[in-house]
Nanobody, 125 residues
């Protein structure tokens, strides 16, 4: 059974850091594209960052560029999102999603198939 499980969310003060994890089971990440998305209250879902293995590459949204970094640990079959200098507007539920040989960045005509349950990130003083 293919599964993605996020962890690492929480409450942090502005300027703080969090590292989100997306652990994959039932498949290996070698041929998958994994993306991080977020949905803030009352807003549309936003693509935050993605990483592809074939071909290798990453993309990051302008809204978080320079603050968020995506990475992958193939040995642990896990994708990470390091979030630094967090701002209140980063408050959202963060989801990871995967697609075999998916596009990075994601395209509407080819959405990611597998989604995690989400992890809440709250940035507040």
């Amino acid at each position: 059974q293919l599964q993605l499980v996020e962890s690492g969310g929480g409450l942090v003060q502005p300027g703080g850091s969090l590292r989100l994890s997306c652990a994959a089971s039932g498949f290996t990440l070698d041929s998958y594209t994994i993306g991080w998305f977020r949905r803030a209250p009352g807003k549309e879902r936003e693509a935050v960052s993605c990483i592809s293995s074939s071909p290798q590459g990453t993309e990051t949204a302008d809204s978080v560029k320079g603050r968020f970094t995506i990475s992958i640990n193939h040995a642990k079959n896990t994708v990470y999102l390091q979030m630094n200098n967090l701002k209140p507007e980063d408050t959202a539920v963060y989801y990871c999603a995967g697609e075999p040989y998916g596009t990075c960045p994601p395209r509407p005509e080819r959405p990611y198939t597998y989604w995690g349950q989400g992890t809440q990130v709250a940035v507040s003083s």
